[in-house]
């Protein structure tokens, strides 16, 4: 059977068409990261002629609702019916582990464009998953340089109780070497923060970081403001505070530092074009995430294109994504041994724009070429 799958390979044509399977969150309290995603996705598409690679597309689109055992089944729908040739998303750590299983094993490739989760990115590595978006860490590892270069003697923590939660605590002490004065996880679906806001201002730290995606930042960043704290403590925040809720969080984001791996603002000339084009079509500012999925597309269609179709040759597929040969939106971008991105991070400010509206600012990359520590645990070269 290897025998015969190999002779058919090597003598692969090219595919009439390219079948992608989508799923992301796209219900409930995390759908705007979905939302992102899947918008920005399709004008990867729209931008290389509707095709990809030359190839006709075909994306079956499903909503995992953000529930790992959906995700699964999803990915099982993928493989065994639908017969897709790529799987993007999902974009929650966790519905990402739960599918992630079932497509690699299955030798389909699969790209991330949001999530990062340590063990994808480390022991459970595949040669068909790749990462558009970061690792989970590397956000927060670049907020711990910017704090420990600010000379932060207290700082206290806090994230929801789950993976990424756990990994973005750990990229902050990975590079801040001052006193943790408290460490604090909160239940992923907690929307109160009195009782926590409380314990940390008996803690008396010198700032705070604070991990809290999507609509659980909105909730927490305006009980901080309205609890008194931000004139007291300093509040830094990764992977939090962007153009997915910046709208909804309004002026009480005004001060807050973030770090980020990408602006809407600048740029190159990609950038400057998806950001325009994103804008004129859905009428609203892009994310990371949507920057992120924009490049998986830019990188399918880069990859497609270098096999001259023939994606079946799944050897020479492979290294033709791995090689990423496409103009990023980042600029800089590559991929690490793990498949994950090498690639620049920024430290930032939300201050007034010139329409008196909240904008991140961001300013110089605090770690160029940054990939992540997890690689070393890949057995991938």
């Not at 899947?38 to 529930?67: C, R, T, W, Y």
């Not at 750990?170 to 409380?198: H, W």
């Not at 939090?240 to 973030?258: E, F, H, K, R, W």
């Amino acid at each position: 059977m290897a025998a015969l799958a190999s002779c058919w390979v090597a003598g692969a044509e090219a595919a009439d068409k390219v079948r992608i399977g989508f799923v992301a969150t796209l219900s409930g309290t995390n759908s705007v990261i979905g939302i992102h995603a899947h918008d920005a996705f399709n004008l990867a598409i729209e931008h290389s002629g509707g095709k990809l690679g030359g190839l006709p597309v075909e994306v079956l689109v499903e909503d995992d609702q953000q529930k790992p055992d959906v995700a699964r089944q999803i990915a099982d729908k993928f493989i065994e019916f639908d017969k897709v040739d790529v799987v993007v998303g999902p974009v929650i750590s966790s519905a990402l582990l739960a599918a992630s299983e079932r497509v690699t094993s299955n030798k389909t490739v699969m790209i991330g464009p949001n999530a990062g989760p340590s063990p994808l990115a480390g022991d459970k590595c595949s040669e068909y998953y790749f990462s558009t978006s970061w690792q989970g860490d590397n956000l927060a590892e670049a907020m711990g340089s910017v704090l420990q270069n600010k000379g932060v003697k207290k700082l206290y923590v806090m994230a929801p109780n789950f993976l990424s939660g756990r990994d973005v605590i750990n990229g902050i002490k990975r590079y801040y070497k001052g006193t943790i004065a408290g460490e604090v996880y909160t239940p992923l679906n907690q929307l109160d923060f009195a009782a926590e806001l409380a314990q940390l201002r008996a803690a008396k730290p010198d700032a705070v970081f604070a991990f809290y995606p999507s609509g659980l930042a909105i909730q927490f960043v305006k009980q901080f403001v309205q609890s008194g704290m931000k004139e007291q403590f300093p509040l830094y925040m990764s992977y939090s505070v962007d153009n997915m809720n910046l709208p909804a969080i309004g002026d009480a984001a005004l001060g807050i530092t973030v770090t980020d791996n990408w602006s809407h603002v600048g740029g190159n000339e990609e950038n400057r074009k998806f950001v325009a084009d994103f804008m004129r079509k859905y009428k609203y500012a892009p994310s990371a995430t949507a920057a992120q999925a924009y490049d998986a597309g830019r990188l399918l269609d880069s990859a497609i294109g270098k096999v001259n179709g023939k994606i079946e040759d799944k050897k020479a597929f492979l290294a033709a994504i791995k090689a990423a040969d496409f103009h990023s939106v980042r600029g800089n971008f590559k991929f690490n041994t793990n498949h994950f991105p090498i690639q620049d991070l920024f430290a930032g400010t939300v201050v007034k724009g010139a329409d008196g509206e909240p904008v991140i600012e961001l300013g110089n990359a605090v770690m160029k070429e940054h990939g992540d520590v997890y690689a070393a645990k890949c057995s991938l070269k």
